[in-house]
């Protein structure tokens, strides 16, 4: 494969200069075993330079549930749960009015739950608008869950951060380990991705400083009991190497994940954590593909499985100004287009 051509210099620069000063861009293009980086950063002036940040960790925010789901497929192929395996018999306790909810449901967002656990969306704009999610704690999960759980359009498609967040917690109940020791033991230390990680004082790698909608410094977020949901921080040299395990058709837990379970529209359906659409640039093949945003980072991953291909995007543009950060998107698209 081709190094990154003057074309896809030039696009990735001219998105970059929508962004604030200080804004980075790491990218990623993965055809088969073979991986190129770029990286770029936008200067005071308002002018890009070439930056060597493939081994930098950015936040990646939601990209983390196709993670989640990935130790949930591991589970399933090793034969020590069902995707129908109603939770309650794992956290040990019933759920509010007795409600069901499966692990299938979590990793495709059919459960019922809402985006983000009741309450805080109060704490998400007034009280710790910087860091929302902290102090989110297991005991707060659990108590919404056995004292003041309703389910809303069961069955139905609706991205929750707390059903996703929730399944990285059950898991954590069946396997007896943290979120971070899981995803270590089973996928970052297999793959060689030693540099990711959740505890940023353990990390021993650099972490890009993350920038609000204004390009000013921000806080990292911390997920507390949900970081299934979103806590990983990693680097497009990593990344890399979880995508393109994906593309071993031998790998049951890949193969497992990237299966349909839900369909959204005519274009779009969701397997286990990756949404899987069928796009014009691969004349409705379909891709896999996730994006990520925190207050300060943006992230996203698209891949042709059939063809071997992917793209990776991570940077420090806040997640919250998020039409903005579609042209992050729309890059990664574009650069897939050209292979």
């Known amino acids: 494969m081709k190094e990154f051509t003057e074309d896809d210099i030039n696009i990735i620069q001219k998105t970059a200069l929508k962004f604030p000063t200080h804004t980075q861009l790491s990218v990623a293009k993965i055809r088969d075993q073979n991986t190129h980086f770029y990286g770029t950063l936008v200067t005071s002036s308002k002018t890009t330079k070439s930056v060597d940040n493939a081994r930098h960790l950015f936040e990646i925010g939601s990209i983390t549930k196709v993670f989640t789901s990935h130790l949930l497929a591991q589970l399933v192929t090793d034969n020590k749960v069902n995707l129908d395996d109603s939770i309650d ?167 497992l994940q990237q299966q349909p379970t839900v369909r959204l529209n005519k274009l779009e359906q969701i397997g286990l954590g990756w949404v899987i659409r069928k796009h014009k640039i691969t004349e409705n093949r379909p891709l896999l593909w996730h994006n990520g945003g925190t207050g300060g980072f943006y992230s996203i991953v698209v891949t042709d499985t059939e063809r071997k291909t992917g793209v990776i995007i991570l940077s420090n543009v806040s997640g919250l100004s998020f039409f903005k950060a579609e042209n992050i998107t729309h890059l990664a698209f574009n650069i897939l287009k050209s292979m």
């Open 89 to 255: 018999e794992y956290l040990g306790y019933a759920l509010n009015n007795n409600a069901i909810i499966t692990l299938k449901e979590l990793a495709n967002h059919t459960a019922g739950l809402p985006r983000i656990p009741p309450g805080m969306f109060w704490e998400a704009a007034f009280k710790n608008k910087h860091n929302p999610y902290k102090n989110y704690s297991a005991e707060r999960l659990e108590y919404y869950l056995q004292h003041t759980l309703k389910l809303k359009k069961k069955g139905k498609s609706r991205y929750s951060n707390l059903g996703a967040g929730l399944l990285g917690f059950t898991l954590g109940k069946i396997t007896g380990a943290n979120y971070e020791t899981m995803l270590k033991n089973n996928i970052f230390s297999p793959l060689n991705m030693h540099k990711s990680g959740i505890d940023r004082d353990n990390i021993k790698a650099k972490i890009i400083e993350g920038r609000n909608k204004k390009g000013k410094k921000t806080s990292h977020w911390d997920l507390a009991s949900l970081e299934g949901a979103g806590a990983i921080l990693s680097s497009v040299t990593d990344l890399a190497k979880f995508v393109q395990a994906g593309f071993d058709k031998n790998n049951t837990a890949h193969l």
